[in-house]
């Protein structure tokens, strides 16, 4: 088992910044990845970002948001600027226990409970 502990998000400006951070604890192997999603209201869970022995993101964040982890503390940051109001959303944090380099909502072993990102116009 897999806990995930996230934490950051809240209300920000357009154009503004944020940081989301989240902690893996618990039976992790060596070789894992971390990543992103994201879920607006009434639309489907996406990709955002992912690191495994390599980075990705999605094309709408590339440029503006930054994926990096700190493997000593198991931790995984999502560095988010330029926001956008289309980047409100609920974000989670997720966990595969094996490398690869973008993963799909299927693919996720444990996801994190989320949380609120609110871009205002």
């Known amino acids: 088992q897999v806990q995930l502990v996230e934490s950051g998000g809240g209300l920000v400006q357009a154009g503004g910044s944020l940081s989301l951070s989240c902690a893996a604890s618990g039976s992790t192997s060596s070789r894992y990845t971390m990543a992103w999603f994201r879920q607006a209201p009434g639309k489907e869970r996406e990709f955002v970002a992912a690191?495994?022995?390599?980075?990705a993101y999605a094309d709408f964040v590339k440029g503006r948001f930054t994926i990096s982890r700190d493997n000593a503390k198991n931790t995984v940051y999502l560095q988010m600027a330029s926001l956008k109001p289309e980047d409100t959303a609920v974000y989670y944090c997720?966990?595969?226990?094996?490398?690869?380099?973008?993963?799909?909502?299927?693919?996720?072993?444990?996801w994190g409970q989320g949380t609120q990102v609110t871009v205002s116009s």
């Open positions: 690191i495994g022995w390599t980075t």
């Open positions: 997720a966990f595969r226990n094996k490398r690869m380099i973008v993963p799909t909502t299927t693919e996720i072993d444990y």
